[in-house]
């Protein structure tokens, strides 16, 4: 399967670590890329390559993989963080992007 | 400073065609692969097609292969996506992105609303 599975929502408390996942059989061969979005704005590069961050991008935002499975973590959460999170990859064949149905992060 | 604009997008009718256009700067557009993401009102990202940079290889979403066509012109930095027999779930936010082996940058979106 190409699908890549992603919970719908999750919280965190101002300050505390949160983890957003992403499963799917693709993410044994590729890396996946998660991105930030904010209501009414454009997708926001967070991490690619796994766990990489473009610059400006915080520290505290990190990635990692385990099997099928694709993790992005926000240690010590700021209300800013507060938004959509997507993850990609690519299918079997290379040449197709697939997108998880996003998470919902609420930070308290 | 890269830059990403759409625009084309707009209120058609259920059969209808519309070509959205997304005009680059601040990089060298011939040098990059290019993709059209599309969100629905309220709902998550979903992939619709890409083009390599001499346009030698185009792939489209399955459900949108034979209806939408993409297509770039280097000497214009501008990237295209006619869109044929649109259809009420074709209605979205439509960006372009570029691609650096991930998708790097965005534009901000143009909105495609299909209704009769």
């Known amino acids: 399967s190409s699908e890549l599975t992603q919970g719908p929502g999750v919280s965190v408390a101002l300050g505390q670590t949160v983890r957003i996942t992403c499963q799917g059989d693709n993410l044994k061969n590729f890396f996946a890329t998660w991105y930030q979005q904010k209501p009414g704005q454009a997708p926001i590069l967070v991490i690619y390559?796994?766990?990489n961050r473009p610059s400006g991008i915080p520290d505290r935002f990190s990635g990692s993989r385990s099997g099928n499975t694709a993790s992005l973590t926000i240690t010590g959460a700021q209300a800013e963080d507060e938004a959509d999170y997507y993850c990609y990859s690519r299918d079997r064949s290379g040449n197709h992007l697939v997108f998880g149905g996003g998470t919902k992060l609420t930070v308290l | 400073e890269v830059e990403l604009v759409e625009s084309g997008g707009g209120l058609v009718t259920p059969g209808g065609s519309l070509r959205l256009s997304c005009a680059a700067s601040?990089?060298?557009?011939?040098?990059?692969?290019m993709h059209w993401v599309r969100q629905a009102p309220g709902k998550g990202l979903e992939w619709v097609s890409s083009?390599?940079?001499?346009?030698?290889?185009?792939y489209y979403a399955d459900k949108m292969r034979g209806r939408f066509t993409i297509s770039r012109d280097n000497a214009k930095n501008s990237l295209y996506l006619q869109m044929n027999s649109l259809r009420v779930e074709d209605t979205a936010v439509y960006y372009c992105?570029?691609?650096?082996?991930?998708?790097?940058?965005w534009g901000q979106g143009t909105l495609v609303t299909v209704s009769s």
């Open positions: 083009i390599s940079t001499t346009s030698i290889y185009i």
């Open positions: 992105a570029r691609d650096m082996g991930e998708l790097d940058y």
């Open positions: 601040g990089f060298t557009f011939s040098n990059y692969k």
């Open positions: 390559n796994e766990n």
